[in-house]
């Protein structure tokens, strides 16, 4: 399996993905948004479109499908519940299904509610262990919950599904936020020294060449998964004086302060 992102320079930043089968180069296409982008991605891997995949339902994460059908004959699969919001949908996909191109490229889809109600993330279930996460979990932060979605559900999933996966994962997510996240992160948690170091790193790269990270990487600098820290709870009531110390409190405060910061 070979994972290509692909940077498209738009004023979202918005990544997409090529996860090809090195056998066959079939091809999964990950939220396409600029087709000719994505299209001249693939042909120069030698790369054949033949499904989609949309995490979830908003224009920049689908306004490319219909590019890259024509293109190229691919079918469309997004969560079940979206596909009165997505154009042609041919797979509703929920919970525990199986996205397979070639020989070698096999994902497991979770149903990852919180940045909307229909929004789904894929784990490989071969090679180096991933995951695509669309606008659920970004680098050094989570997404947004206010056009659709839900922060109760989102820490939910946080807790639930991302917690329990192997910190060698590799966080794959659907925009280029991490540099202004880590400074969002740094704001609450001055001292991690970690983050800083991170920071100092990655504030110089190319967005087509950033780093990628690992959940335990995430673990380390991400404050939606460091919800026990005193330090970020301790800042967090600069913002939320009445502010309750309990995990799901923490989260649903950290999501508040970051969707003004």
């Known amino acids: ?17 090529l996860i090809v089968c090195t056998e066959t180069r079939e091809t999964i296409i990950l939220d396409p948004l600029d087709v000719e982008k994505c299209l001249a991605e693939a042909d120069r891997n030698k790369a054949r479109i033949t499904k989609i995949v949309n995490t979830h339902e908003h224009f920049d994460h689908i306004e490319g499908n219909p590019g890259i059908v024509e293109a190229t004959g691919a079918k469309i699969y997004a969560h079940a519940n979206a596909v009165d919001r997505i154009p042609d949908v041919d797979v509703g996909l929920r919970a525990g299904d199986g996205v397979e191109v070639g020989n070698t490229v096999r994902l497991r889809v979770l149903d990852t509610p919180g940045h909307t109600l229909a929004h789904v993330c894929l784990v490989t279930e071969t090679g180096q262990p991933s995951m695509f996460c669309g606008d659920t979990l970004f680098n050094a932060s989570a997404g947004n919950c206010k056009y659709g979605g839900d922060v109760q ?34 704001s609450l948690e001055p001292g991690n020294q970690f983050a800083r170091d991170l920071l100092a790193e990655v504030k110089e790269q190319d967005p087509d060449q950033r780093l990628v990270t690992s959940l335990a990487m995430e673990k380390e600098m991400n404050p939606f998964f460091r919800l026990d820290n005193q330090e970020i709870i301790r800042n967090l009531r600069d913002h939320i004086t009445d502010l309750q110390s309990d995990p799901q409190s923490v989260f649903i405060g950290l999501r508040s302060v970051r969707d003004d910061w």
Request: net charge neutral; charged share 15%.
């Open 1 to 17: 399996m070979e994972i290509i992102r692909i940077y498209m320079d738009n004023m979202l930043r918005n990544y997409c993905h």
């Open 153 to 186: 559900q989102m820490y939910k999933t946080y807790v639930e599904q991302f917690n329990v996966l192997p910190g060698s994962t590799r966080i794959y997510p659907g925009h280029d936020y991490i540099v202004n996240n880590l400074n969002f992160a740094l």
